[in-house]
Each structure stands twice: as structure tokens, then as C-alpha cells.
């Protein structure tokens, strides 16, 4: 699957608009602002104004936002005092250039996070670079604390697609905190939900993260209340539920033999995941920046897809294909999670992944229960597991005892004659 249109900007995407004309023969410097509706976006725009900036926001909608919640970002960019606010869907986009290929590469960052806000951000990017150029309009502004890794994400993702962009960060330049943001948002008459005041939330298809509070230590999770979807275990079913996931070439195409189409399948495994309690964790690692970092998350149809699909791969991969995908799947995983997608040997690993799921085509069933995740096996016509071929500690027909005999001789041989010598001295 190409990413020649994300590299290049070309776009499917949709805008609308909601117009608010400004003052008649006032001609100011206009500011594109990377907008979410959260605190650190919200504090944005009335700074701006206060710097003598015209405010044009932009929503990227990556599959976090309902419909209600989208209308109401508009109308909260409105009520601050912009001029005008765009809307810009990015979640096909998102799911084909990201999505299946963190599953295919089964991504986890630090073994965990199956980096949910990273590839998010680099769409966004994408989006709003192209909104830029297609106004005229040469400087753009984003949210981004100075302690986060979004700040690299987006200044490097907009500097590859506008070089000569200025960008603005306020929260970062000034270093504000959020008390510091609350207060003055409270001066200004705006109103900031306890959540805001305490937590950090980004919402994608991807999944959702968590920051604040009990997240700045090592120990203590956020209370129930502040996951937005995936329940608390005392409220999911008693009951397992077994779902069948089919995949062709490392794509997950199915649900339940139900054809779903791009996003579709994020959306299905997201409804039935989520009730079970299933996808909530935490991360701890060190951040782009060279400290530690840790957030919570909940991320449940990436952590169905990823078990699945790798168990998937267990059967149709020889074991040397399934060293160096998985070597190199972090490798590329990585380096989107740091914002390093423009460097081109990603290009390069994406070209070793694609070639390695041609085969990795067939269906894996799975059982959820309390959070849990188990995988009840797979099915495939590429399986390498051939009975015909011999049966795993009972018969085979392609050797006999002798074959056996001197093959156990031989393959430890090397490390036999070290040893001894070793020994020796």
C-alpha cells in the first residue's frame, strides 16, 4: 500500500466550512490554529487575538469525534472568537496509511502502546499544510506543550510540507502550565471542565491517551470515570464472547464473516472490545525528548488486531521472516511514533513488511472476557503447520531416527567444542 499521496499532500479529504466575517477594511496577519477544543487549543485563541492575529481553526477528525462533539468544537472556536473553523476528514486516510500497517507490524511500543496519537498527529499535519497552502496563509499554530513529543511531531511534519512555515506554539514558547492556562481562560469568562483542568485526552481511531495526574508517577491509574469508552471490569459481561477475524495480505477485511471496509473494522472490533474491558494500560518510556514519560490508554480494536494478526503470522511466516519483520516492525514503529516518517528508509522497511504479508491471508479466533484477550487459534491455507509433513513430538515422514540421531549430533556442535575448551581454562 503506497503512501506516494500522504508524502505528496495530495488529499480525499472533505472540508466544510462555517463562515464569521470579520471587521470590513481590517487587515490583520492570519494565524491557521491546529484546533481540538481542549484546554491547550482553547487557551490559543484568545492569545492570538490579544496578539493582534486573525484565528482560522482547524478540526482534523481521525475517527475521535462524533458528529455532536464536532459541532460542538465549531461552536466553541466560534464562541472564543475566531473567525472562522474548518472541519477536515482524515479517518480513511489514517486507517490505510497507519492503521494496517501498525497492525501488520504488530507495533508496540515498549512491548505495550500501540502508539496511538503518533501517526495522528502526522495526518493532521498533512491536512492542515495543505488548508495552509491552499489560503495563502504562512503561519500555523499547534497546542504542543515543551515537555510532550507532539512539538516534534508537528513542527517536523509541517516544516517537511511547508519549509518555509512559521510556527506558532504558545503553551511551548511561554511555558505555561495548565493551572496557568485555566486562570486565564477563567479571566476571560470561559468556562474549564474538571477533566480539562486535570487530565489530557486525545481521542483517534487509533485509539485514546491519557495524561495527568497519577500518570506523572510511576504508580496510580486515572479513575474509571476518566476512560472515555472501554468499561471498568466490574461493569463488563460474565460472559466470554468469541469473534473471527479474517485477514488477506496482513489486512484485517472481516468481522464475524462480515466484508468491513477501511475504518469499518476499527469501529466493529472498537464496539464489542471496549463493553469487555478490553485495551486499557499503561505506558512507561522514554519520550523523543530523552526523559520518561508515562500515560494511560485505551486502545481495545488495536490490541484484538495486533494479537490476532500476529498469531496469524505465527503460522504462515518461516521463523527467519518472522525475526526481521518483527526487528524491523519496531524499527518503523519507531520512528513514526518520533515523528521520523519523512526519513526514506522508512519507505524501505514499509517495502520488507508489504512483501512479507502476501501470504498472511486466513482467519484467527479469539474469546474476550474481563479484559482478556484469548487467542483460540487460526486458520489458513498458507499454514506452514503440516500434519502431512509430521505432528510436533509424535511422527513425521520426511525423516527417520537415524536423520534424527545425527542431526542432534551436529546442531549443537559449535557450541559444544567452545565449551569444552572453555572449560579448560
Not at 486525545?202 to 485514546?208: A, E, H
Not at 470515570?225 to 469473534?243: F, G, L, M, N
Not at 503460522?315 to 518483527?326: D, E, G, I, M
Request: hydrophobic residues 35%; glycine residues 10%; proline residues 3%.
Amino acid at each position: 500500500m503506497p503512501f506516494d499521496s500522504l508524502r505528496s499532500l495530495r488529499t480525499s479529504s472533505t472540508i466544510t466550512f462555517d463562515t464569521k466575517v470579520s471587521s470590513p477594511g481590517r487587515r490583520m496577519k492570519t494565524v491557521l490554529l491546529a484546533f481540538s477544543g481542549g484546554l491547550d487549543t482553547s487557551f490559543c485563541i484568545p492569545f492570538f487575538l490579544e496578539k493582534g492575529y486573525e484565528v482560522i481553526t482547524a478540526t482534523v477528525d481521525t475517527g475521535g469525534f462524533s458528529t455532536e462533539e464536532l459541532q460542538a468544537i465549531a461552536k466553541k472556536s466560534a464562541d472564543l472568537g475566531a473567525k472562522e473553523h474548518v472541519a477536515l476528514d482524515a479517518q480513511e486516510e489514517l486507517y490505510q496509511h497507519f492503521v494496517v500497517k501498525i497492525v501488520q507490524a504488530n507495533y508496540l511500543r515498549g512491548g505495550t502502546y500501540p502508539s496511538c496519537v503518533g501517526p495522528e498527529r502526522i495526518v493532521a499535519a498533512k491536512a492542515i499544510a495543505k488548508l495552509a497552502l491552499e489560503r495563502g496563509i504562512t503561519t500555523i499554530a499547534h497546542g504542543s506543550t515543551g515537555a510532550g513529543n507532539d512539538q516534534v511531531r508537528f513542527d517536523g511534519a509541517l516544516r517537511a510540507y511547508i519549509p518555509a512555515v512559521e510556527i506558532l506554539a504558545p503553551i511551548r514558547d511561554e511555558g505555561l502550565t495548565r493551572a496557568q492556562e485555566v486562570e486565564y481562560l477563567k479571566k476571560k469568562g470561559v468556562e474549564v471542565s474538571a477533566h480539562s483542568k486535570d487530565y489530557s485526552i486525545n481521542v483517534g481511531i487509533l485509539g485514546t491517551t491519557i495524561g495527568g495526574k497519577e500518570t506523572k508517577a510511576t504508580l496510580g491509574l486515572p479513575p474509571d470515570e476518566v476512560y472515555p469508552h472501554v468499561k471498568p471490569i466490574h461493569q463488563t459481561p460474565d460472559e466470554a464472547e468469541s469473534i473471527v477475524i479474517g485477514f488477506e495480505t496482513g489486512e484485517a477485511v472481516s468481522v464475524n464473516g462480515k466484508k468491513l471496509g477501511g475504518a469499518g473494522v476499527i469501529h466493529e472490533l472498537n464496539s464489542v472490545a471496549e463493553k469487555h474491558g478490553v485495551g486499557k494500560n499503561t505506558h512507561l518510556g522514554a519520550t523523543i525528548l530523552g526523559i520518561k514519560g508515562r500515560i494511560a490508554f485505551e486502545a481495545p480494536a488495536l490490541s484484538v488486531l495486533i494479537r490476532a494478526h500476529q498469531e496469524l503470522e505465527k503460522s504462515v511466516l518461516t521463523s527467519r521472516q518472522s525475526f526481521w519483520k518483527n526487528h524491523l516492525g519496531t524499527v518503523w514503529g519507531d520512528m513514526i511514533h518520533e515523528g521520523q516518517f519523512f526519513d526514506p528508509v522508512v519507505e524501505d522497511i514499509e517495502a520488507m513488511i508489504d512483501s512479507s504479508q502476501r501470504y498472511v491471508t486466513g482467519t484467527v479466533s479469539v474469546e474476550l472476557l474481563k479484559g482478556n484477550i484469548t487467542v483460540l487459534g487460526s486458520e489458513s491455507e498458507y499454514s506452514l503447520l503440516d500434519t502431512s509433513i509430521g505432528t510436533y513430538g509424535e511422527e513425521n515422514a520426511l525423516w527417520n531416527g537415524a536423520d534424527a540421531r545425527g542431526f542432534c549430533k551436529l546442531y549443537g556442535l559449535e557450541g559444544s567444542i567452545a565449551f569444552q575448551k572453555h572449560q579448560k581454562k
